[in-house]
C-alpha cells in the first residue's frame, strides 16, 4: 500500500511558466514532508520541507503548500527553468524532522521547454 | 557532490550470487542510511546506522544484512540474489546534531541481477 502516492508520473512546463507538482500521502502520522529533486546518474538532493505545523514554506522560486484536511502538498516552482528538468520524489516522516527513515513517492518527472 | 561516496557505481550478477555495497559518509556524519529504488518505484528505506550501531529497520529482507564500521563507512550485503533484486541502491547520511529532515544522498549503485 503506497503511503505517499504522486499521481502523475510526467509533466511539461514551458520555461517562465509555473510548474505544480502534487503529492498526496494517506498515513495520518506523517508530520514532516520533504521534496527532493534527482537528475539521472545523480542521487536525490533536498530541495525544500515543511512542519505539518505549517500550511506554506517559501524559499526563492520554491513553495511548498500544505493542506493536512486533504493530506496533499504540492510544490510550485515560478518561474520554471530548463535546469529545474529532474525528476522530483514527494518524501514524508512520521515523527518530525528528526526522522530521517522517509518514505517516497515515485517521482514525477519535470520538462521545462526552453 | 554530496560528499557520500558509494561503490561500486555498477554491478551486473547471476541469481544466487552475493554482493557487498559499500557506502562512505559524508564527513562528520554519524548516521548512515540505506534506501532501494525498484524499476518505477519510489525510494524504499532499507536500514539505518547510527555511530556503528543498528538503529532502524525498514523494508529489509532477511537475504540483506548492513553493518557500520568504526570509521563509520558502511555496507549493505545482498546474499542468494534474485531478479527482483534488481534496483538502484542509495546511501545517504544525515547531518549530526541538526534535525533537518535531509539527507545526503551518494550517486547510487545500480545492481543488475541476470
Known amino acids: 500500500d503506497q503511503q505517499v502516492k504522486q499521481n502523475s508520473p510526467s509533466l511539461s512546463v514551458q520555461e517562465g511558466r509555473i510548474s505544480i507538482l502534487n503529492c498526496d500521502y494517506t498515513n495520518s502520522m506523517f508530520d514532516y514532508f520533504l521534496w527532493y529533486k534527482k537528475y539521472p546518474a545523480e542521487g536525490p538532493t533536498f530541495l525544500i520541507s515543511i512542519s505539518s505545523i505549517k500550511d506554506k514554506n517559501e524559499d526563492g522560486r520554491f513553495t511548498v503548500f500544505l493542506n493536512k484536511s486533504a493530506k496533499h502538498l504540492s510544490l510550485h516552482i515560478v518561474p520554471s527553468q530548463p535546469g529545474d528538468s529532474a525528476v522530483y520524489f514527494c518524501a514524508a516522516s512520521a515523527n518530525g524532522a528528526g526522522s530521517y527513515q522517509l518514505t517516497f513517492g515515485k517521482g514525477t518527472k519535470l520538462s521545462v521547454i526552453p | 557532490d554530496s560528499g557520500v561516496t558509494q561503490t561500486p557505481k555498477h554491478l551486473i550478477t547471476a541469481t544466487g550470487q552475493r554482493v557487498t555495497l559499500r557506502c562512505s559518509p559524508r564527513?562528520?556524519?554519524?548516521?548512515v542510511y540505506w534506501y532501494q529504488q525498484s524499476l518505477d518505484q519510489g525510494l524504499q528505506f532499507l536500514i539505518q546506522?547510527?555511530?556503528?550501531?543498528?538503529?532502524a529497520k525498514g523494508n529489509i529482507l532477511e537475504r540483506f544484512s548492513a553493518q557500520q564500521f568504526p570509521d563509520l563507512h558502511s555496507e549493505l550485503n545482498l546474499s542468494s540474489l534474485e531478479l527482483g533484486d534488481s534496483a538502484l541502491y542509495f546511501c545517504a547520511s544525515s547531518p549530526t546534531g541538526m534535525d533537518t529532515g535531509e539527507l545526503f544522498f551518494g550517486e547510487g549503485s545500480r545492481l543488475t541481477v541476470l
Open positions: 564527513s562528520g556524519d554519524l548516521s
Open positions: 546506522y547510527y555511530n556503528g550501531e543498528e538503529r
